[in-house]
């Protein structure tokens, strides 16, 4: 590792980019928390909860993967504004690591990372808007139709092409319905979190400890469910992959990240005690859309189709956000010679890379009809802790090669919150292998046939140079 030419201070290097810095900070923090709120909290305990047994325990991994998720928004916070450009870790990686590691994560960004989380929110939004339809119009023409899964598959494509078109038009627009549906998301929660919170307690007999299973805890489930916990936080790093397109990164980046993540955790752990609160642990065991029955036991059928609907609008945001992020990837790789070029072409009107949204959209599809929603999570979510686990990394691997680079913004209490990020997703993917290992066997190869496609690009592409060169080229930031 060489230092940066300026010790002072870090500049941006000249690289040809048609992508304008038009974002505020609030899209950058709407962004953060659309992306997090979505799939995971509304389909995710049940899950866990049949997993791990111990109701305590389930409890104790949604806060432990709070302060997870917030230690690495603080030390994302860090490297986005070192290198405030679009496509997130594939940036960092490049810039401390070389062209291989920044490959792969691009490459399972592209087969995973944002296709599979909008296509698990397409499938549990139709669950959701058909239990809105079935306590009020069981006999409705779309009620039958979402009734099997080939309608709600049917519906989760739609709402795939629909935000597709919706965000390639061009980026203020789709950045203002994002904000929008963002807002209405946060009201709506907050909303069910008040009505529920006053209905429980206003219960002469309620007892919240009764509800909860006190089973001895599946160690051997522990894995599954930390895995299924740090999916429902994953988005913490949303507004990193727009960093090329947010005004005053600088400042921006760091507020929109940690309170993001701050805000969402906060709202997670009240939204779990109210799941337990109204329904037995045993009820909720291996279920998917637990929200909605924990609507219907606190405010019968008719107010709960209400928050139902309120649930399936919730979901059309994170849908929304990971559309929105996705293309950004794939572009910083293609415009580094580095992905299918035609990826990279900027619409001259829209000023979004159209191809990539388009690529982007398929991909979700195919998992719409090929997946369960709980093989996505399991695949996506073991793969997704490897690169953040690398990022972070290279923060201190930085730091300790480059002592003196001086970013807008520093981790605080260096260097224990990189650490807690680093141990805690050594030990995710441990016990999600344990766990699930041929779920994980699937994800690794999924990561490794990555490889050829690399080895393509190198010797095709970019033919004669060597890969010392190729990565001299595209550096965003030169290391002397």
């Known amino acids: 590792m060489k230092k940066i030419k300026n010790k002072n201070q870090t500049k941006e290097m000249n690289i040809s980019s048609s992508l304008k810095r038009e974002?505020?900070?609030?899209?950058?923090?709407?962004?953060?928390?659309?992306?997090?709120?979505?799939?995971?909290?509304?389909?995710?305990?049940?899950?866990?909860q049949l997993a791990v047994q111990n109701s305590y325990v389930v409890l104790l991994l949604w806060i432990v993967g709070g302060i997870v998720a917030i230690a690495g928004a603080l030390s994302y916070a860090e490297l986005s504004t070192l290198m405030p450009h679009a496509g997130g870790?594939?940036?960092?990686?490049?810039?401390?690591?070389?062209?291989?590691?920044?490959?792969?994560?691009?490459?399972?960004?592209?087969?995973?990372?944002?296709?599979?989380?909008?296509?698990?929110?397409?499938?549990?939004?139709?669950?959701?808007?058909?239990?809105?339809?079935?306590?009020?119009?069981?006999?409705?023409?779309?009620?039958?139709?979402?009734?099997?899964?080939?309608?709600?598959?049917?519906?989760?494509?739609?709402?795939?092409?629909?935000?597709?078109?919706?965000?390639?038009?061009?980026?203020?627009?789709?950045?203002?319905?994002?904000?929008?549906?963002?807002?209405l998301k946060v009201t709506l929660i907050i909303l069910f979190i008040i009505a529920s919170l006053t209905v429980i307690l206003q219960k002469p007999t309620f007892d919240f400890f009764s509800n909860l299973e006190v089973k001895p805890v599946n160690w051997s489930g522990m894995g599954l469910g930390l895995l299924?916990?740090?999916?429902?936080?994953?988005?913490?790093?949303?507004?990193?992959?727009?960093?090329?397109?947010?005004?005053?990164?600088?400042?921006?980046?760091?507020?929109a990240l940690i309170g993001g993540t701050l805000f969402v955790m906060f709202l997670y752990f009240l939204l779990n005690i109210i799941y337990y609160w109204s329904t037995p642990a045993s009820e909720l065991e291996g279920k998917e859309a637990i929200a909605a029955i924990s609507a219907t036991n606190l405010f019968g059928n008719q107010i709960s189709t209400f928050f139902n609907f309120g649930?399936?609008?919730?979901?059309?945001?994170?849908?929304?956000?990971?559309?929105?992020i996705g293309p950004r990837v794939y572009y910083a790789m293609a415009r580094d010679h580095l992905f299918f070029q035609f990826v990279a072409h900027i619409h001259p009107a829209f000023h979004t890379?159209?191809?990539?949204?388009?690529?982007?959209?398929?991909?979700?599809?195919?998992?719409?009809?090929?997946?369960?929603?709980?093989?996505?999570?399991?695949?996506?979510?073991?793969?997704?802790?490897?690169?953040?686990?690398?990022?972070?990394?290279?923060?201190?691997y930085l730091r300790y090669k480059n002592p003196h680079i001086k970013s807008p913004y520093r981790t605080p209490f260096y260097p224990l919150f990189?650490?807690?990020?680093?141990?805690?997703?050594?030990?995710?993917?441990?016990?999600?292998?344990?766990?699930?290992?041929?779920?994980?066997?699937?994800?690794?190869?999924?990561?490794?046939?990555?490889?050829?496609?690399?080895?393509?690009?190198?010797?095709?592409?970019?033919?004669?140079?060597?890969?010392?060169?190729?990565?001299?080229?595209?550096?965003?930031?030169?290391?002397?």
């Open 418 to 480: 990189p650490l807690i990020f680093i141990f805690a997703s050594i030990f995710n993917i441990i016990v999600s292998y344990i766990g699930r290992p041929v779920e994980c066997s699937i994800a690794i190869l999924a990561i490794i046939a990555g490889i050829p496609f690399y080895l393509f690009w190198i010797k095709i592409i970019h033919k004669d140079k060597s890969v010392r060169e190729i990565h001299k080229s595209i550096l965003n930031y030169p290391f002397e």
């Open 311 to 324: 649930f399936f609008i919730i979901l059309l945001s994170t849908i929304s956000a990971t559309i929105m």
């Open 89 to 183: 870790e594939y940036v960092y990686l490049k810039n401390i690591f070389g062209l291989l590691p920044s490959f792969l994560t691009g490459w399972v960004s592209f087969i995973v990372a944002f296709s599979a989380p909008a296509a698990s929110a397409g499938l549990l939004s139709s669950e959701y808007l058909y239990n809105a339809f079935l306590n009020t119009l069981p006999d409705f023409s779309f009620t039958i139709f979402l009734s099997n899964n080939y309608g709600k598959k049917i519906f989760a494509t739609f709402l795939i092409i629909l935000f597709t078109l919706i965000h390639i038009l061009e980026v203020k627009k789709g950045s203002i319905i994002q904000n929008f549906l963002t807002i």
């Open 23 to 48: 974002l505020g900070l609030w899209t950058a923090m709407f962004v953060v928390i659309a992306s997090m709120i979505g799939s995971g909290i509304f389909g995710n305990t049940g899950i866990i």
């Open 228 to 255: 299924f916990v740090m999916f429902a936080y994953s988005g913490w790093n949303g507004a990193t992959y727009l960093a090329e397109e947010i005004k005053n990164p600088e400042k921006n980046l760091p507020i």
């Open 353 to 396: 890379p159209i191809y990539s949204f388009l690529v982007q959209a398929i991909l979700a599809i195919l998992y719409i009809w090929s997946g369960t929603y709980e093989q996505i999570l399991t695949y996506m979510g073991f793969a997704l802790t490897i690169f953040p686990l690398l990022s972070v990394f290279g923060l201190m």
